[in-house]
């Protein structure tokens, strides 16, 4: 369409020949079509990956293990009576398969699967397990999308910088600052995994990338592009608290923001913009009743209105009067004085463990008079119960100095506030912090973990609980991604926040392995090469995300000393595998496809990882046909499930006949995903899924 205003349409009108005239303004409208408007920036060849764990087999692509050359091949054949040298295509030779290591091109079809290499399950049997997965995070991508399409509430990722500085692989090299493609080669990269997460997100799902100065601008615009009918925000995070020693030094980092057109900060996570809650948990877990016997009596609440009614005796008072004569440490709570219609509340750890009040009865009455102390209903060890929160003396002084503010908020301002000082009035929403989201607050807590910070940059638990609470909408059941997992903070906020409120939040953590620049120089002068025992125990995910879930979990540090009592969570960490489509024909990998359907069916309750000699299996959240003679006893138990009100959310059917896979499809109620895996399933299951929700 000619635009008067525009210099070409000037021109071209100009033109005396009609005929020539229409053809130019022809061309030209097809020219304006076909252009690019946003961002703009050369997409750099697929990259690649490295699998030294992957078995060499005739067709894959091999490439030298001591990275001599940067020349890959085709095995072509194994030869030999052993079988163990591979032909390799053009001038490859004969190299002997222990010199080779598999490598993959993005876009080549994978077949993946998940080998469970920790298990930690000290949660209740219904509470959804916290999943991490070791690998490539664009072949992980592609397992979630079969696994959780459309159904994550909030993506948080912390990608590489491009700093320069921050030692970025790109197609399996470290990416130079000097290198003149270095910010085209980083929007390459994360396209291609943003293009893949958009298709997780429910369409109310928000997702939220820190990044730096370097890229943030060209960040914001590929979010544009990538997420067309949402809006994108940037929020300025505050990192330091000093004066920068010169003009140049970075105080802020961002916070690029993708929501709904529609969605707004959650009111009661948030204050002025947002604000974390004030209310901490009463019970004092770092002493016993043996240390603080004052801090150990019942409060009396009624059952009905949630109120308090009084306190019963100290520990203290029942030694001192006699009514208790034994060891302190063997103490039992419990009472016989309770008042008509109440509930005796001891202090129990959200882990169930006995421990003590932060106050002595008559401070405690006090507070309670005064408002400082709250008690809501909740369930302790499967019995009716109430939590029992207070506004400590230190938030009591940041409320009454305006520091925090536990209620209200800007309507419509994307604005954390969290410390001192005010963004009002100003053009660039920011989070704050009393000190700023210091990145050696990530440091620390890893080091108090682990003994050492062991990872470089890592993200602070509060501003990690900050986008849980300001973007999750106030949801219990939040389940959260992080594709750049690094050390492991997204996942102990999630399994800390639901300790401290009871919530059923879930995490999925996609890291990797990869060794830093600094330490992977030092390993190759010494010969040690990916896939050696010494290099992979290097790696981010063995050296740092492992023991650092592991240690928060279970409380016990990987040398056996004590860090905590650990939390009552559900966790399961995983390598990401490359199957042979040949060995899931003949039914020999379904033990590495069992993790991807218990995940599509909400990675809760127990996994089913056997093929059953009965044809079938059923959780209370999904099951599998594997044999379509016993459809019949199938159906019928997902039908009585159904009907005392505990559906599976998916069914698999193990079928290569369409026509078996509709006549199975039919037999189950509405209301429930049903997923058809042909003879090569795995195939499937990644790539060519039937099916869909009744």
């Known amino acids: 369409m000619a635009d008067d205003s525009n210099v070409l349409d000037q021109l071209i009108s100009r033109v ?72 390799l295509s053009g001038h490859g030779g004969e190299r002997h398969v222990s010199e080779l290591v598999v490598v993959r091109e993005f876009g080549e079809p994978i077949y993946p699967g998940l080998r469970s290499v920790e298990r930690i399950e000290r949660g209740s049997a219904n509470a959804p397990w916290h999943v991490v997965i070791n690998g490539e995070n664009f072949h992980a991508l592609q397992a979630l999308r079969s696994t959780h399409r459309e159904k994550l509430d909030l993506i948080y990722i912390d990608p590489p910088y491009n700093t320069g500085n921050d030692g970025w692989i790109y197609n399996d090299r470290y990416v130079d600052k000097a290198d003149r493609a270095k910010s085209s080669k980083w929007l390459s990269f994360i396209e291609r995994r943003l293009l ?26 590929l979010c544009e592009q990538v997420f067309r009918t949402k809006l994108v925000q940037c929020i300025t995070v505050q990192t330091s608290g000093g004066k920068p020693s010169n003009g140049l030094d970075y105080m802020h980092e961002y916070l690029v923001v993708v929501t709904p057109e529609t969605f707004r900060p959650s009111a009661t996570s948030f204050a002025g913009g947002v604000a974390r809650s004030p209310w901490e948990r009463m019970t004092l877990t770092t002493f016993t009743p043996v ?12 059952i009905r209105s949630g109120a308090l009614r009084g306190v019963g005796k100290t520990l203290a008072e029942l030694i001192k009067t006699g009514e208790y004569g034994g060891d302190p440490a063997d103490f039992v709570f419990e009472t016989d004085e309770t008042p008509a219609g109440c509930l005796a509340v001891w202090p129990i750890t959200s882990q169930g463990k006995e421990c003590v009040w932060r106050l002595i009865p008559q401070s405690f009455l006090a507070d309670w008079e005064n408002g400082l102390i709250r008690i809501t209903p909740e369930t302790l060890k499967g019995e009716p119960s109430f939590r029992v929160q207070y506004i400590a003396g230190g938030n009591q002084k940041k409320i009454r100095d305006g520091v925090l503010v536990p209620s209200g908020r800007v309507e419509g301002a994307p604005t954390l506030i969290f410390g001192k000082g005010t963004t009002a009035g100003t053009s660039v929403p920011t989070i704050w912090t009393e000190q700023g989201h210091r990145t050696s607050r990530g440091n620390k807590a890893i080091s108090e973990i682990l003994g050492a910070s062991r990872f470089p940059y890592p993200k602070p638990l509060d501003l990690i609980t900050d986008i849980l609470l300001g973007f999750g ?68 995910f063995e050296y740092v995300c492992r023991p650092r879930l592991s240690t928060v979990v279970t409380g016990k540090r990987p040398d056996g000393s004590i860090y905590s009592e650990g939390l009552a969570a559900n966790l399961e960490m995983f390598d990401l595998t490359y199957l042979d489509p040949g060995m899931v024909r003949r039914g020999r990998e379904f033990e590495s496809v069992a993790p991807l359907m218990w995940l599509e069916g909400g990675a809760c309750g127990p996994r089913i990882d056997e093929v059953s000699d009965y044809g079938w299996e059923l959780t209370d959240y999904y099951g599998v046909l594997f044999d379509i003679d016993a459809l019949g006893a199938f159906a019928e138990a997902v039908v009585n499930a159904a009907t005392a009100g505990l559906p599976p959310s998916v069914v698999f059917v193990i079928t290569d006949s369409e026509a078996e896979y509709q006549r199975a499809a039919e037999r189950f109620p509405a209301g429930i995903d049903i997923v058809q895996l042909y003879e090569d399933y795995l195939s499937n299951y990644t790539i060519n899924i039937a099916g869909g929700v009744r």
């Open 473 to 540: 909408q106030d949801n219990p059941s939040l389940v959260v991604l992080d594709f750049f997992g690094g050390s492991g903070t997204l996942s102990e906020a999630v399994m800390r926040l639901n300790a401290e409120d009871g919530g059923s939040r879930q995490s999925i953590l996609v890291t990797n392995n990869e060794v830093g620049s600094t330490a992977a120089k030092k390993l190759r002068r010494v010969g040690r090469r990916p896939g050696d025992s010494e290099w992979e125990a290097q790696g981010v």
């Open 291 to 302: 240390t603080r016997p004052n801090q150990a009596y019942p409060i009396f609440v009624d």
């Open 16 to 87: 005396d020949d009609d005929a020539l005239r229409s053809r130019l303004a022809q061309e030209v409208e097809l020219l304006r079509g076909s252009r690019r408007f946003g961002l703009v920036f050369d997409r750099h060849i697929p990259e690649s990956v490295r699998l030294p764990d992957h078995p060499i087999r005739k067709g894959v692509r091999v490439a030298l293990r001591d990275e001599s050359s940067v020349e890959n091949w085709i095995v072509d054949r194994l030869s030999g009576s052993t079988r163990e040298v591979a032909v």
């Open 196 to 221: 893949i997460a958009r298709d997780l997100l429910r369409p109310e799902g928000v997702v939220c990338i820190s990044i730096g100065a370097q890229e943030v601008h060209r960040l914001s615009l």
